[in-house]
């Protein structure tokens, strides 16, 4: 009985001290995008003051824009964000509720812009952008300036080259497996 209990022991330290193989990294190439790699999902946030005009009943609260709205409107097309509000048109839902897609593509035609802040007319166009298959950037949140709040346009952030593992799966030392034998 003795020897099997030892046997027992050496194996259950034995077992304790094997390392786990190291966690899988994946590549972390970054996809084609131009200044949209700071994220859609901060586009949309950015985009908040066009809801109460966008939705659909009981959210649609207001008949024409609000100036707030057209201006982040023109400024997404002035640094080429503008194509992460095709997750709007594509998934009218995404926000938990409906967006009236006519109202979304309405918008390049009832906000006012400056050929400037839309690069001429022809490119200015929530339609024309979102139709097709575009493939559209990452819906990711990074840190970032919003517009609205008085400061200087967004920048993407270059993206770090590791990301940290989360504690959970991170790789933990070899430890010691006591055990205490009591004999009866």
Known sequence: MTDVLILFSVLLLAAGTIPAPPPEVLPSTPPEFSS????????LVAFSPCLPYISEPPNNISDS???QCCDNLAAAFGDDTAICLCYLF?????LGFPINSVKLLSLTSVCPVTEKQGQGQANFSLESLCSGETMLPPFRSVTANRRGSGSSPRRPTPPSPRSP???STAPRPPGKLLIFFSSI
């Open 90 to 94: 594509h998934n009218p839902e995404i």
């Open 165 to 167: 593992m989360p504690p």
């Open 65 to 67: 824009p609000p100036v």
């Open 36 to 43: 949209t790699e700071i994220g859609c999902a901060d586009e």
